[in-house]
């Protein structure tokens, strides 16, 4: 009997613990629930002061009546329609918060008819008015965008491999950490070269961008594009291949698109790759990309390091970027997912105009769309001329502000600015994936022409991997043991190297590696690595055999001595 009384005590405490911890759980939410919707109504509060503080801009139609009652009511009612039906954003703050009320057409009439274009700098085009775009930016058919020749629209579907863990911890035991082959089922077919490619999906966009008479219109599609390289991402959890060292990738779309893109990976530890594009339609891109990554237990936080430039050939303006931070989830249990987060500042160099973009990490307890993306695009002095919004995944839209008023303060005790905004009008969608996508590592429609074969390329270019070539063809258990062997002959390439270059360092020399398309230098604007055409043409001509120039990175021939300029330059 007093085993039994104990037992049920011994019982009762430890559901007294769980329930106490499940009232303190329900506490808590019900505080920041609380707290939640005390900051919604101290925003609403904000902007109804707003609305009753902000001046009568209006003037009377003609045909209103003459006696001052009458005039002031009519004044009343079209100022309370069109503060009924104008969009209102919040500005940037350190956390920026937008709230959308969509304009009708007859305030939109109204505003452009009357002199309220204080925000917009007395613009002569009104972007947002009857297309998204000017004339100037609007100057292309629809037949200078489709394709002279017919690309590949499948791969083979992607095989349905188990991944055996056991057997990968049995191969690590023993190894460094550095030394452990990861097998292709973490892997897609493409490299790191090939995903930085995968940028230009909407090239279109800088297409546009080039023939745009405002600094401002540009900025807005340049922004539109930076945005776009990370809608392909949202399916994407595989991993791309690393490149070895010299590993280049040629992407010609010249005489489809107007554009050639050119990468070659230029340092091995760290990773760095440098990549040029150069477009026959008025514009030049080039960066250089090097990853840091963290892992947390939960998750792996995926850093860009590295600037985008990007430069207009008419215009001169020059508009550079950096990149923010992707979040692969679920590394341990669940099923992976990817987030992308941070703060993107566009700053074009000849004009001084900036674009303040925001990818909002996801919350389970946010009320916003998930993978949102808010911005402001403002001039030298500061003041706003456009707002974005949208989805990293889905869309982007612009809209042009009018006018801008001081608000109540917000929840953190600062004054915020109230922006009046015509309707927006889209900027970026994305294209829908192709046809049996899920089966083909989700790739779009210009990741499944990557890896076609063309003609001309050079010997080292990432198309030439047999191990990437492999698993594309569905064959991973070859392409395993073709990605071990490239990585222990790039492991011994590497001592080799180090071993030259202390035996010059010894002699008084120094000793570095020369890579094939790219030099090493430094301008004013920081840029490091330029592209160097010649070298690079000798290897498209194939002015080497091709057992010497494969045998850099992906054949088993030893290397001859007499090729090293290719690769080491002693100076």
Not at 288 to 302: D, N, Q, V
Not at 364 to 370: A, E, H, K, L, M
């Amino acid at each position: 009997m007093i085993n039994a009384c104990r037992d049920f005590l011994d019982l009762a405490e430890t559901h007294s613990r769980r329930w106490q911890r499940a009232l303190q759980y329900e506490r808590e939410q019900r505080t920041h629930l609380e707290e939640t919707i005390e900051q919604l109504a101290k925003q609403h509060n904000s902007l109804e002061r707003a609305w009753r503080e902000a001046p009568t801009l209006v003037s009377s139609p003609p045909s209103a009546p003459t006696n001052n009652q009458g005039s002031e009511r009519v004044r009343k009612e079209e100022a309370s329609d069109e503060d009924e039906d104008t969009e209102y954003f919040d500005a940037m703050e350190d956390s920026p918060a937008f709230i959308t009320v969509t304009a009708s057409e007859s305030t939109q009439h109204r505003r452009s008819q009357s002199n309220l274009s204080g925000a917009s700098g007395g613009q002569a085009s009104d972007w947002n008015q009857d297309d998204s775009m000017s004339p100037s930016c609007n100057d292309v058919s629809g037949k200078e965008l489709q394709p002279r020749r017919q690309r590949r629209t499948h791969i083979p579907d992607k095989p349905n491999y188990s991944l055996n863990l056991w057997s990968i911890m049995k191969n690590c035991i023993g190894k460094e950490l550095s030394k452990i082959p990861m097998p292709v089922n973490f892997n897609e077919p493409l490299s790191m070269l090939q995903r930085l490619t995968e940028d230009l999906e909407y090239h279109e966009l800088l297409d546009k961008a080039a023939r745009c008479d405002s600094s401002l219109e540009q900025m807005c599609l340049v922004a539109a594009f930076s945005i776009s390289s990370y809608s392909t991402t949202v399916h994407r959890t595989a991993k791309p291949f690393n490149p070895l060292l010299g590993e280049t990738y040629e992407l010609d779309r010249l005489e489809e698109f107007g554009y050639r893109s050119l990468c070659e990976q230029v340092s091995h530890h760290p990773p760095a790759a440098a990549h040029h594009v150069i477009s026959q339609r008025g514009w030049t891109l080039w960066q250089e990309i090097t990853i840091a990554s963290k892992f947390r237990g939960k998750y792996l936080s995926i850093m860009p390091l590295g600037a985008i430039h990007l430069q207009f050939h008419s215009s001169g303006n020059h508009y550079v970027w950096r990149k923010v931070t992707s979040t692969v989830h679920n590394i341990i249990v669940g099923k992976l997912w990817i987030d992308q987060s941070g703060d993107i500042e566009i700053l074009n160099h000849r004009t001084k105009e900036t674009c303040q973009l925001k990818f909002s990490p996801y919350s389970y307890f946010s009320r916003d769309v998930p993978r949102k993306v808010t911005g402001v695009v403002a001039d030298s002095g500061g003041q706003a001329h456009y707002i974005l919004s949208g989805t990293w995944d889905d869309k982007i839209e612009s809209a042009k502000i009018i006018q801008s008023s001081r608000g109540g303060s917000g929840s953190e005790g600062k004054q915020k600015t109230v922006y009046q905004t015509l309707s927006p009008k889209l900027l970026w969608k994305k294209y829908p994936l192709p046809e049996n996508a899920e089966n083909m590592y989700y790739f779009s429609a210009l990741a499944l022409t990557l890896n076609e074969p063309e003609d001309g390329v050079a010997l080292t270019d990432s198309r030439m991997r047999p191990d990437q070539k492999l698993m594309e063809e569905g064959r991973w258990d070859e392409a395993n043991s073709e990605k071990q062997r490239l990585e222990e002959k790039q492991r011994a390439v590497r001592r080799r190297r180090e071993a030259e270059a202390a035996d010059a360092l010894d002699e008084g020399m120094q000793r570095r590696a020369r890579l094939l398309m790219f030099k090493r230098e430094k301008e004013a604007d920081n840029r490091e690595w330029f592209y160097t055409k010649q070298v690079y043409e000798v290897l498209c001509t194939k002015a080497l055999s091709h057992k010497v120039i494969s045998a850099v990175l992906f054949s088993t021939v030893s290397v001859p001595s007499r090729i090293n300029h290719f690769r080491v330059l002693s100076v």
